[in-house]
């Protein structure tokens, strides 16, 4: 770093201490192939024989024609402080560096040499995360390196001029806190990472937990990076191979799976003492041995690293790594280190690592095909005698990294368990994460349905918390009446999704019926829908402050009176309490003043040419969104940081399930309401049952949803027995059991029942398949999108109409219903909707020059900017776009000429 062209290997080498060739070589290997191809570059270095000279050399590359002791110091400089600064910033750091760096080459040689392959960037042993710690570390230390800068800054300058040095007046107190706040309020980082400090998620419970185990990564999204959104086989139980988003993050965006755990990292110096007292030979001792023995009788002693830095050789590699895990099962060692040895024709290298950031997970240990974890100890664990820390403590469960897991053997089931075994999986399952983990059978559907499912849950309408009649959040849903799955999966209670639910058992029946349904739509009971499903209510909170400007001036929250300038209609302000703001319980709707406000001016000469003087003061109340309308739910008068009184005021919205709101069942079918049909026109069974739900039958065959299939049998067995069914991915009860059960209960094993046509009465030809699916409410509803406008604002640069719902905007005319008013020769309607509907204005031409004249109100006359008042002027109907065009034009120094008749 900081230093631009090349250098050669030895000299950096000999730069960090090692003065003689000899001592270099031994730095980089003690393989006497190696040694051959390290010659090339000890001659390219030839010239540089001792330390001061390879200083000097860096120096000279650093910083031109200064003096030598200057040119060394500063190389010393570079070396100490950005040089590997993970290994230390002391010189008496050098000689690691030299090790580190002779390592790396040694392994470039090795690659070259065909001895090694390339390391697996995709790998999960080569990947570190990062979480909120470690990135406030980094950020806080350039925060405070600019804060020091800052004040030997200040320092300078007060001694310049020789005054009296104040330490309070020159620290400048909230410039850590500021910059601090100012990264986590925009999520901007040092390094230029953006987005790392997000809003979270709360939908529902089960997004925020999922928003919480989320794992970014850095690699831009736009280029291809097939290996790196692959899965990999490391990602194995620590990785959810579902959840991932579709498009360009697919792949880079990831989730923890549910078991995996991030190492937060132990103290290196502790375990490296440690290994030493087992007998590592430190690699300096371990070289300058080899070395002194004759060329045949050297062996290629087996490495061992620490953290990636090769720190000496140990003779009995398998004796170390299995001390080392005995050590760490007895509770002796941290259970955060882990030891690998990697052993190939050529290579002979142990790995300990205790950094953090690796994601390890935990596996029960076997010893001579036998799990250690026995049904007592899962007694008590039952009995509340244990927790999951006496199984770590005791060596029975053990967390390995993606490193360690190469030396594993691990068997999934208890009953496959051989001798060689060295570890059992505690429940396959836990390879999914939070959101894959609700879909029940999750292993019968076609994989991408569950990736669907694992992005939907997150949308799913539900209990997100239950302090909601405290909390003021800036929106937020809430199912009126969630219900635990009937088809559970064990995972739902150990995260938590059973207590705060996010969905509604529905009786779904799965047939055609009115048509109504194609194309993924549902047809809903209308009765069932008035009874209360799937209604919930959205909340929006609005908030306006009393700011306080230099000069005393300050905003009132009141009733604005009529001569405040930007007075509205009274009619806005009819919700307003004597104090200015909505009385609770009061229907609004968009456009109404929920906050009334005053301002002062922003200018103090403002409006004084057309008004009577006096100051006036602004209108600046808050009102409701376009397009939305509720009941004012609560206000909330406190106080900001700053001291300003703040408003806040919460507007519910009942939400009943109406045409078009969108559903979908925990096997990513979605689908919106096409019909709400009232329930004497709904099939019946012969029991009387009548659906909620009718779903068209071609949902299944291409998309393979064998889940929901089985869900809705379980649902069914659950409702009739009155118990829950276990639906739990690889261990929920099989189709057969479920045949069984629905049998015994005096159904069909098939789960297809004889129905009824509500409206004649006739009975179906075939038995239709009926069952209970939770249905979950995704928060895209028509009452959020639907939108319309006749006339409305319009932008002020084109004067066309604005874009976008949010803003009462007009629908889109694009070029593609334009090129179909063309083709139709519908010359009329093209110009009324790109013309008269849109930015016509009528502009002035002068007929001599062709260029935009104007009409001057003081003579009366129409003039042009060339030809004065000789001009000629027609009226011209132009699109507003186009004389911006004209203007924009002129303003390049381009003369565009219209020629008028
Ligand atoms: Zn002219």
């Known amino acids: 770093p900081s230093v631009a062209s090349r250098i050669p290997l030895f000299i950096v080498m000999r730069a960090l201490g090692l003065e003689s060739d000899k001592q270099i070589v031994e730095a980089i290997t003690w393989d006497p192939e190696i040694e051959v191809e390290l010659l090339p570059s000890l001659e390219a270095a030839s010239d540089v024989q001792t330390v001061e000279d390879a200083l000097d050399y860096i120096g000279g590359k650093i910083i031109f024609g200064q003096p030598r002791q200057r040119r060394i110091e500063r190389a010393e400089l570079v070396l100490d402080k950005y040089f590997l600064p993970h290994l230390g910033t002391r010189p008496e750091d050098r000689i690691k560096k030299a090790y580190f760096l002779g390592q790396m080459a040694e392994k470039l040689l090795e690659l070259v040499l065909g001895r090694r392959k390339p390391d697996d960037k995709d790998h999960y042993a080569n990947k570190r995360l990062r979480l909120a710690g470690d990135l406030l570390a980094s950020l806080f230390r350039v925060i405070f390196k600019r804060f020091c800068q800052d004040l030997q800054y200040q320092l300078e300058k007060i001694w310049d001029t020789g005054r009296a040095v104040y330490i309070e007046n020159i620290v400048r107190a909230d410039l850590i806190t500021e910059r601090l706040r100012h990264a986590l309020a925009t999520g901007n980082w040092t390094g230029g990472k953006v987005g790392v400090s997000q809003l979270l998620d709360r939908t529902n419970y089960l997004s925020t937990l999922s928003h919480l185990r989320r794992v970014v990564s850095p690699l831009s999204r736009s280029q291809p990076h097939f290996e790196a959104r692959d899965l990999h086989a490391t990602q194995w139980g620590r990785i959810c191979p579902n959840e991932s988003p579709e498009g360009p993050n697919c792949g880079l965006v990831k989730n923890l799976a549910l078991m995996a755990r991030i190492t937060v990292g132990v103290d290196e110096t502790e375990i490296e003492s440690k290994l030493y007292e087992i007998g590592v030979v430190p690699i300096q001792k371990a070289r300058k041995e080899e070395r002194e023995k004759p060329e045949h009788e050297r062996r290629r002693r087996p490495k061992v690293f620490l953290n990636g830095r090769l720190i000496g050789v140990h003779d009995d590699p398998h004796f170390l790594v299995n001390y080392i895990r005995e050590e760490r099962r007895k509770g002796r060692i ?40 026995a049904s007592e100890h899962v007694e008590k664990l039952r009995r509340g005698e244990w927790t999951w820390n006496d199984f770590i403590e005791r060596g029975l469960i053990e967390y390995l990294d993606p490193m360690e897991e190469e030396n594993a053997y691990i068997a999934i089931n208890p009953e496959d368990l051989t001798p060689e075994h060295t570890h059992l999986e505690i429940m396959p399952t836990t390879i999914l994460g939070v959101c894959a983990a609700i879909i029940p059978y999750a292993e019968h559907n076609q994989s991408p349905r569950n990736s669907y499912e694992a992005a939907m849950a997150k949308q799913a309408l539900g209990f997100p918390c239950a302090n909601m009649l405290l909390r003021m959040d800036s929106r937020g849903h809430f199912l009126h009446y969630p219900q635990r799955p009937l088809a559970q999966t064990k995972l739902l209670d150990l995260i938590g999704y059973n207590d705060r639910p996010a969905g509604q058992n529905m009786v779904v029946a799965v047939l055609t019926l009115t048509g109504y349904n194609i194309e993924d739509a549902l047809v809903f009971s209308k009765s069932a829908v008035d009874r209360g499903l799937a209604r919930s209510t959205f909340f929006r909170t609005y908030e306006a402050e009393e700011r306080k400007y230099p000069g005393g001036e300050e905003d009132r929250i009141e009733r604005p009176s009529p001569n405040v300038r930007g007075y509205r209609a009274g009619e806005v302000y009819r919700h307003l309490g004597e104090d200015g703001i909505v009385e609770v319980e009061a229907r609004v709707r968009g456009g109404d003043v929920l906050i009334g406000r005053t301002s002062p001016p922003r200018f103090m000469g403002e409006y004084r040419e057309f008004e009577v003087p006096g100051r006036v003061r602004r209108e600046t109340s808050l009102d409701m969104r376009h397009g939305e309308s509720g009941i004012v739910d609560a206000v909330l008068i406190t106080e900001t940081g700053e001291g300003n009184r703040l408003v806040k005021v919460r507007v519910r919205d009942l939400r009943v399930p109406e045409l078009g709101d969108k559903f979908a069942s925990r096997h990513g079918q979605k689908g919106v309401i096409g019909l709400l049909l009232p329930h004497e026109d709904l099939p019946f069974t012969e029991e009387g049952i009548v659906p909620d739900l009718i779903i068209n039958p071609h949902a299944f065959p291409s998309r393979m949803t064998m889940g929901q299939l089985l869900e809705s049998m379980a649902g069914k067995v659950a409702a009739l027995k009155g118990e829950y069914v276990d639906s739990t991915t690889f261990y929920g009860t099989n189709e057969r059991q479920l045949r069984e059960e629905l049998k015994k209960l005096g159904f069909q094993p098939s789960g297809c029942e004889v129905m009824y046509d509500g409206v004649t009465g006739e009975m179906y030809k075939v038995p239709i398949f009926i069952g209970i699916v939770y249905y979950q409410k995704l928060h895209h509803m028509v009452a959020d999108k639907m939108h319309a406008r006749a006339r409305g604002p319009v932008q002020i640069l084109t004067r066309q109409p604005t874009e976008g719902r949010a803003r009462e905007g007009g629908l889109r005319f694009g070029e593609m219903e334009r090129d179909c008013l063309v083709a139709h020769g519908a010359a009329a309607l093209l110009k009324d909707r ?56 002129m303003s390049l120094g381009i003369y565009p000429k219209l020629k008028v008749g």
């Open 334 to 373: 941290n259970p955060e280190v882990n030891v690998a040895y990697i052993e190939t024709e050529y290579i002979k290298e142990i790995y300990i690592n205790c950094d953090g950031g690796r994601i390890v997970r935990p596996l029960i240990v076997v010893k001579d095909g036998k799990p250690l974890v």
């Open 834 to 889: 790109l013309l008269e509907e849109s930015d016509r204005t009528t502009v002035y031409i002068c007929e001599n020059c062709g260029l935009v004249a104007y009409y001057d109100a003081i003579s009366d006359k129409y003039k042009c900017p060339l030809c004065e008042e000789k001009a000629k002027v027609a009226q011209v109907t132009m699109s507003y776009a186009f004389k911006l065009l004209l203007q924009e034009l």
